[in-house]
C-alpha cells in the first residue's frame, strides 16, 4: 500500500474562492493540493457561471448592437444573420482557454490538482473519490472547503433539465425560444433573459418582490427596469408562480400576483433563477461536527475557521453575497491566516454588477439603507444623457449616483445605471477602501472625454455644484 500524500494545505473545490486560495498558499510556501470533482478547473463561475455568460452577453449584445444600433452611426448593415451554433462554440472556446489557464498557474506554482469528489475524514484528513470510484485518502495541516453553490430550486417549478431548465442548462439551448419564460429578476435572471430577448425570444419575467434587482438602491433598479422593459422584456413584479407544467415542447405557467389576480402563460422554456444554495453534498460535515445555519451555510469565526480546529470554510459556502470576487478575497485572505499573515476582507466595499446593457454596478450603502441606519446623507446623480463621451458612443441611458455622510462626506455608496458600469465601479471601490469622500473624487482630474467624468459630476452634485446639467 502506497504511503498517503501529505501537504501542508489541502482545498477542497476549484472555483474562484478554492484555486486562488490554492495559489496564494503555495505562493507563500506552503505545500498545496486542491481538490475538484469536475473534469476542468474554475467551478461553476468559470465553467458554467460567469464566463460563459458574459461570453453569451457580450456577442449577443454585438448582434443587436449590428442589428438595431449601427445606423444611427450612418452604418447600413442588411439582411443581419445569426448562427447559433458558432456563438455556442465561441463561449465554449472562451471557457476552455480560461480552464486551461488555471491548470497552467497550477504547475506554475506547484499546487496539486487532485481530480476526484473530496469528503472530510478528519480534521487533517481528507478522502478523495476518483471517477473510477478508487478513493485515496490525503493529509493535511489545515483543509480549506470551498465547494461553492447550485441553483436553488422552485417547489411549484421543478427542474426537468429540458424545458424547466437552471441557469446552466439556459446557457446552452439548441435553438432561439420563440419564448421564454424567467421565474427571478436578479442579476441571473436579467442577463440570461438578456441574451435570449437580443436574439428574438419573447422574455417574460416574472418576479415575487415588487422590484427588480432587489439588493440594489430602488431608484437605480427603477432605473435599469424602465430601460429593460423599453428593450422588450416583459416584466410581471410582485407576482408568484403557483404551477409550472410541461406539455410536450410546450410549459404551461400558472401565476398569482399580490391582488389575488391569476394568469396561466405558456412559454416554450422556463427557466428559474431564484438564487443559489451552498453546495456540501457528501462533504462530511456532518460527521465531524461542523454546524451549519438554517440556510445551509457554515458556521465560520472571523478567521474563516469553523468549529474544527484548522478546517476553514470560505465562498458562498459562507454567510456573505454569493459573488466570485468576494469568494476570491476571502480566498487570500484565508491563505495568508494559515500562513502566519493578517488576512482580512472589507464586507463593506464588495462590489456587484449586473451584466445587462446597459449594466447595472453598485457597491456600498443604498439609501434605503442609509435610513435604516439612521445616517444622514447627501446624494448626488448625474445622467449618462449630459455626458459627452456617452453622446458620441449613443449610449445615454442611466445615471450614477453618489451617496455621502452628510456630516464628514465620506463615501458611503455609488450605483451607476450606464454603459460599462462594470469598469466604472472600481473607482468608488478604491475611495471607499481608503475612507475617501465624495469631494475627494470631485476634486480628482478625470480624463475628458470620458464615461467616468459622470462619476466626477455626481461628486460634485453632492455638494450642488455640478458643471455640465
Not at 474554475?42 to 453569451?56: Q, R
Request: net charge neutral; with cysteine; charged share 25%.
Amino acid at each position: 500500500m502506497s504511503e498517503q500524500q501529505s501537504f501542508d494545505v489541502v482545498v477542497i473545490g476549484s472555483g474562484p474562492g478554492g484555486y486562488v486560495a490554492a495559489i496564494r498558499a503555495a505562493q507563500l510556501g506552503l505545500k498545496t493540493a486542491c481538490i475538484e470533482k469536475d473534469k476542468t478547473l474554475g467551478g461553476t463561475c468559470l465553467n458554467v457561471g460567469c464566463i460563459p455568460s458574459k461570453a453569451l452577453l457580450d456577442s449577443s449584445e454585438q448582434y443587436a448592437h449590428t442589428k438595431h444600433k449601427l445606423g444611427v452611426h450612418g452604418i447600413v448593415v442588411k439582411d443581419v444573420g445569426l448562427d447559433l451554433g458558432t456563438m455556442m462554440k465561441r463561449k465554449e472556446a472562451v471557457v476552455g482557454d480560461l480552464t486551461k489557464g488555471i491548470a497552467f498557474l497550477f504547475k506554475k506554482n506547484k499546487v496539486t490538482w487532485l481530480p476526484g469528489h473530496g469528503r472530510l475524514v478528519s480534521a487533517t484528513q481528507v478522502e478523495v473519490k476518483k471517477s473510477d470510484g478508487t478513493t485515496e485518502v490525503v493529509t493535511a495541516k489545515n483543509i480549506i472547503l470551498a465547494t461553492g453553490s447550485v441553483p436553488a430550486s422552485l417547489p411549484t417549478a421543478p427542474y426537468d433539465g429540458k424545458r424547466i431548465v437552471d441557469s446552466t442548462e439556459a446557457l446552452s439551448l439548441s435553438q432561439i425560444p420563440e419564448k421564454l419564460l424567467v421565474i427571478g429578476g436578479g442579476a441571473i435572471g436579467l442577463e440570461m433573459g438578456s441574451v435570449w430577448s437580443r436574439l428574438g425570444t419573447k422574455v417574460t419575467v416574472v418576479e415575487f418582490q415588487d422590484r427588480i434587482v432587489p439588493f440594489a438602491d430602488r431608484q437605480m433598479g427603477a432605473a435599469l427596469l424602465k430601460i429593460l422593459t423599453a428593450q422588450g422584456l416583459e416584466f410581471k413584479l410582485s407576482t408568484k408562480v403557483t404551477a409550472a407544467k410541461v406539455e410536450g415542447k410546450k410549459v404551461y405557467v400558472e401565476m398569482e400576483d399580490a391582488a389575488g389576480k391569476k394568469d396561466r402563460v405558456e412559454a416554450d422554456y422556463v427557466l428559474v433563477s431564484i438564487g443559489r444554495k451552498p453546495y456540501s453534498e457528501g462533504l462530511g460535515l456532518k460527521e465531524l461536527g461542523i454546524p451549519q445555519d438554517k440556510l445551509g451555510r457554515v458556521e465560520v469565526d472571523a478567521h474563516f475557521q469553523t468549529s474544527v480546529k484548522g478546517v476553514y470554510a470560505i465562498g458562498d459556502l459562507v454567510r456573505g453575497p454569493m459573488l466570485a470576487h468576494k469568494a476570491e478575497d476571502e480566498g487570500v485572505a484565508v491563505a495568508e491566516i494559515i500562513a502566519g499573515q493578517a488576512g482580512h476582507v472589507n464586507y463593506d466595499v464588495i462590489p456587484n454588477v449586473v451584466y445587462t446593457w446597459p449594466e447595472l454596478a453598485t457597491v456600498g450603502l443604498s439609501e434605503e439603507e442609509c435610513k435604516a441606519k439612521g445616517i444622514t446623507y447627501n446624494t448626488g446623480t448625474f445622467p449618462f444623457l449630459a455626458n459627452g463621451r456617452a453622446k458620441a458612443m449613443a449610449e445615454t441611458d442611466g445615471l450614477v449616483k453618489i451617496i455621502a455622510d452628510a456630516k464628514t462626506d465620506k463615501l458611503l455608496g455609488m450605483h451607476i445605471v450606464g454603459p460599462r458600469a462594470s469598469d466604472m465601479i472600481g473607482e468608488a471601490v478604491m475611495v471607499m477602501e481608503f475612507g475617501g469622500s465624495a469631494e475627494d473624487i470631485a476634486r480628482s482630474c478625470h480624463a475628458h472625454p470620458t464615461l467616468p467624468e459622470a462619476i466626477k459630476e455626481a461628486a460634485l452634485a453632492v455638494a450642488k455644484r455640478q458643471i455640465h446639467l
